[in-house]
């Protein structure tokens, strides 16, 4: 079992930056691909970046590659999601989760376990 708890949204203004982390409990954390997906209101939850369980391994959406740097520290049980240049389409509620499984993948079908999520706002 892995229970995953994201913080660090908050209001920003759009060009502003902001980093989420997702801290998460149990053991053998290397063993999980991690990933962040986001849900807009009215929308449907989309990926949005995916890390291997080393974090040698990394993949993006299209919309979010060159903004957006997923990260992790398995030495802090810690992923991170690095968003810079935001705008008010990056509004939304972000969450993290965990794949049991080496590589990343970009499906939320793929992920056992993930977090409350939490509210990213960008003003225009």
């Known amino acids: 079992q892995v229970q995953l708890l994201e913080f660090g949204g908050g209001l920003v203004q759009a060009g502003g930056s902001l980093r989420l982390s997702c801290a998460a409990s149990?053991?053998?954390?290397?063993?999980?691909?991690m990933g962040w997906f986001r849900q807009a209101p009215g929308k449907e939850r989309e990926f949005v970046a995916t890390i291997s369980g080393s974090g040698g391994s990394t993949n993006y959406a299209d919309s979010m590659k060159g903004r957006f740097t997923i990260s992790r520290d398995n030495a802090k049980n810690t992923v991170y999601l690095q968003m810079n240049s935001l705008k008010p389409e990056d509004t939304a509620v972000y969450y993290c989760a965990a794949a049991p499984r080496f590589y990343g993948i970009d499906y939320e079908g793929g992920y056992d376990y993930w977090g409350q999520g939490t509210q990213v706002t960008v003003s225009s």
């Open positions: 149990g053991r053998a954390f290397r063993s999980y691909a």
